[in-house]
């Protein structure tokens, strides 16, 4: 089985965005297993994190940006393409600004960074997406088409054409993520010179620069309106005298401009939150379409999830047993509702909840037919998380946990004397002055029952000397 990946050490790179014109300083570090591609502000109060989710894109206007809680990162295609191009599977990306720097306009100087600072093996295995059956996309509007089809690698074709006759109709192909580096990730983003008006009118490329574009000329225009061009650009005039590429630019690749596209895709494609074995076609692909093939890609990874059958190892030793988790919880019978902890890292738990026919709620609860109600899963799932959380201090008998926020609740399946719950909760963002906040879900002969997102607070409780009042009453 292949190993997850992240990086060796931190990197850090400044540039512009190409669409805000904002500096900003981006640093990608190393992640744990499980972790993800997450995006953090700096920038902003509390330092907020954003997933790299294809459910979270609120802007495809020549780029891809994210949103959560009124935050946004903008063009992250760039960035993501040479990490999942490489086949790092976590990292952190931190930047103190809006926008991802655009750099010369590829993922290439992210990719050298990669490779100088080293990518590292971790323990887990890689969590592929096998895609058994054909996926389609099409967007009549756009004339965009896409499809993936069942392959044992994850293979990109791709074929352009914009009605220009100086770029004609390009393809462009990666038979194998392992040429992403050599033969892709050089390929820098382009525009049509008579696009650039609009785009400027339209907020956009306010970062735009001869440096980090592939400017065409397909259409020479009156010198007058490159003149007007120029200045909502901010930019010096020049002079275009005949179609071409307008910066004089040596392409990496004839077919340069449809290798980006497919750049963009691998960028985009990483939004649906794995690695993916298949083979996608694309005919004229774009932002949009790609965040909608990912956000397809992500319902059929989650079908098969469904599907799919979670082992633990529940023979395995306890490193919390029932003694040890009364230590921890002030919770007692007939309300501590976690038996033993099986497993803790940095960043996630597994507890046990066996569920017998001689617990209280099961007099009253639909007697003659007992269920756990569903706010005692939630409970028993947070007290797991909340073994977590007091894990991480010194003298967590001195701390009490409370809930500040239960969302995404979800309950799939009864759950009946008999059975035994398995929690697993993995952390979204890091501990912060005592919040936790967590992803849980509850399984039952490995199938999913429950599941939430948790936010809780752990508050040193306040003891009170109890002798010392006794001497000031006497």
Do not use: W
């Amino acid at each position: 089985m292949a190993k997850q990946n992240t990086i060796n050490e931190a990197f850090s790179v400044v540039g512009i965005g190409l669409h805000t014109g904002k500096k900003a300083k981006l640093t990608v570090h190393p992640a744990p297993e499980n972790h993800g591609f997450k995006f953090k502000r700096t920038d902003v109060k509390d330092q907020p994190i954003i997933h790299a989710d294809c459910d979270l894109v609120v802007d495809t206007s020549r780029g891809t940006t994210l949103e959560h809680n009124g935050i946004r990162v903008h063009t992250t295609e760039h960035i993501l393409a040479a990490l999942y191009g490489l086949e790092i599977d976590n990292a952190l990306i931190e930047v103190d600004g809006p926008e991802i720097p655009i750099m010369d306009g590829s993922a290439y100087p992210f990719v050298e960074l990669i490779q100088y600072v080293g990518i590292k093996p971790q323990e887990a295995d890689k969590d592929f997406f096998v895609v058994t059956e054909n996926i389609t996309y099409e967007d009549a509007e756009r004339q965009t088409e896409m499809l993936m089809v069942p392959q044992d690698t994850f293979r990109v074709t791709v074929m352009v054409d914009y009605n220009s006759p100086l770029l004609g109709t390009q393809h462009a192909q990666m038979y194998k993520i392992s040429e992403f580096a050599s033969e892709i990730s050089k390929c820098r983003t382009f525009v049509f010179l008579r696009e650039l008006e609009v785009l400027a009118k339209n907020g956009l490329i306010k970062g735009g620069d001869l440096d980090n574009a592939i400017i065409l000329v397909d259409k020479v225009l009156p010198q007058e309106k490159l003149n007007e061009i120029a200045d909502l650009l901010g930019k010096p005039h020049v002079k275009v005298e005949k179609a071409g590429i307008l910066n004089n630019l040596t392409l990496h690749f004839q077919n340069e401009p449809a290798r980006h596209k497919l750049l963009d895709i691998v960028g985009d494609i990483a939004l649906a939150g794995k690695p993916i074995k298949g083979h996608i076609l694309a005919a004229r692909p774009g932002h949009k379409g790609n965040v909608d093939f990912a956000r397809i890609i992500k319902k059929e990874i989650k079908k098969t999830q469904k599907q799919q059958t979670v082992f633990f190892d529940l023979t395995k030793e306890a490193i919390y047993d029932i003694t040890d988790i009364e230590k921890l919880l002030p919770h007692r019978y007939p309300f501590l509702l976690v038996d033993k902890i099986i497993e803790i890292d940095d960043h996630s738990i597994v507890g046990i909840k066996n569920i017998t026919f001689n617990e209280p709620q099961f007099t009253g609860h639909f007697p003659g037919n007992p269920v756990m109600p569903g706010v005692l899963q939630i409970e028993a799932m947070a007290q797991v998380g909340g073994i977590f959380a007091l894990s991480t201090v010194k003298n967590p008998e001195d701390y009490l946990t409370f809930f500040l926020k239960i969302d995404k609740v979800r309950f799939k399946r009864k759950v009946v004397p008999g059975d035994t719950l398995v929690f697993k909760l993995e952390l979204l963002t890091p501990i912060r002055r005592g919040i936790v906040h967590m992803f849980g879900k509850g399984y039952v002969n490995g199938q999913i029952a429950v599941e939430a997102e948790l936010m809780a607070q752990i508050i040193k409780e306040e003891k009170k000397d109890v002798k010392k009042e006794e001497m000031v009453k006497n």
